[in-house]
């Protein structure tokens, strides 16, 4: 029996079993492709700022990377490399909006640039120190480290009386971590999204000596000696897609894995000079967002029994929450999208306070907000 049975082992999932299990309590996690199997696995792992004008998400994206920053360097620190990042204008940052943001930054025209390194094209940018990557494997193993770990592919859940129990496994709690696979309880309030990536980790004898951003993300160079390049590239609607399992085996994805590759070496080649380069790896994963990209965390409402219960919801009657209805004792943390690595911690932090101290969550990032939005729509 345990206290917490955690469904999905990528950076939500890793990041609240690491909370549960120092706060004393019995974890156990289930993935069915492995630890970081998904898209965490094959993230870029990029911590960096969201510049702009504040506002509630990039406040909060702000906020979740200041409080990562100093939990990886703590849990495990050679696992980060802390350099920082070059954001270079483009359509969605121009110059304007990267200029006039409350973030510290550091102006780098394009002949600083070049005294930095020859290697370095004609470009300039915004240097901002509080940026680093990690390696997302190495951080996940970390983070689990005494939970019982299980590779399973659970498709239904049990519910007995006080307790939940798939196949010889007992839980009192269940939180679903799941991304972008198909929920185990009906939720239709979460509209969830898979946005499709590819990273390529390459070698090359270039001294890249921090992050750049564009439309791509290339890090600086790992202790290993590789340097990461990676963007997402599709987007598709979840009415017409249901992903089961990572983008290699999914049937819905569509292969332009040589096409993709060459888009990213090509724009990398418009940011800096990769002398002698040679790809040796390549990622796919879709990552799990929503429409307003906030990342959600709470208890699980039963959209179905709770408009039954009080159909003026639809209507826009604001029933206070404890009296909605709720799956017993089942949780999600779910959406971080492309920020999976920024936000796991401080969002683990927040699901973990509301658990074991009834702390309330932000209504940004609360299910509630959700279930209220889409009821009060009257379309399902």
């Not at 409080?67 to 980060?80: E, G, K």
């Not at 239709?188 to 390459?202: A, E, H, N, Q």
């Amino acid at each position: 029996m345990y206290d917490f049975l955690i469904i999905g082992v990528g950076s939500a999932g890793c990041n609240i079993a690491y909370l549960l299990k120092k706060a004393g309590k019995k974890v156990a996690i289930i993935d069915r492709e492995g630890v970081a199997g998904g898209a965490s696995g094959v993230a870029g792992a990029f911590l960096s700022p969201l510049p702009g004008k504040k506002n509630p998400y990039n406040n909060l994206v702000n906020k979740s990377l200041e409080y990562a920053l100093d939990f990886y360097q703590n849990l495990i620190p050679s696992s980060v490399n802390k350099k920082g990042v070059l954001r270079v204008p483009n359509d969605n940052f121009n110059k304007d909006k990267l200029k006039d943001n409350d973030i510290e930054y550091v102006y780098f025209d394009d002949k600083r640039l070049k005294n930095i390194s020859k290697n370095f094209k004609d470009i300039d940018g915004y240097f901002y120190e509080n940026a680093a990557t990690i390696d997302p494997l190495e951080v996940c193993k970390r983070l689990i480290e005494g939970c019982d770990f299980y590779q399973k592919d659970i498709k239904n859940l049990t519910y007995k009386k006080d307790f939940y129990e798939i196949e010889e496994l007992k839980t009192k709690n269940i939180i679903l971590a799941q991304g972008v696979s198909s929920p185990l309880v009906e939720y239709p309030y979460m509209k969830i999204s898979p946005i499709f990536g590819l990273r390529i980790d390459v070698k090359t004898s270039t001294n890249i000596p921090f992050s750049i951003h564009k439309s791509i993300s290339i890090s600086a160079n790992k202790k290993d000696g590789t340097v990461a390049i990676g963007a997402t590239h599709e987007r598709h609607d979840t009415s017409l897609v249901e992903c089961t399992t990572t983008c290699e085996k999914c049937k819905f994805y569509i292969d332009k894995e040589k096409e993709q590759i060459n888009t990213l070496l090509n724009q990398a080649d418009e940011l800096i000079k990769l002398e002698n380069l040679e790809v040796v790896k390549t990622y796919k994963g879709a990552r799990a967002t929503i429409k307003s990209y906030f990342p959600v965390i709470g208890e699980i409402i039963n959209y179905k029994k709770s408009l039954e219960k009080y159909p003026s919801i639809k209507n826009g009657t604001k029933i206070p929450q404890n009296l909605l209805e709720y799956y017993p004792n089942l949780y999600t943390i779910n959406a971080l999208g492309s920020r999976g690595f920024v936000f796991g911690p401080y969002i683990a932090k927040i699901l973990s306070e509301h658990i074991l101290n009834n702390k309330e969550i932000p209504v940004e990032i609360s299910t509630q907000k959700l279930f209220y939005k889409t009821a009060r729509k009257c379309k399902l």
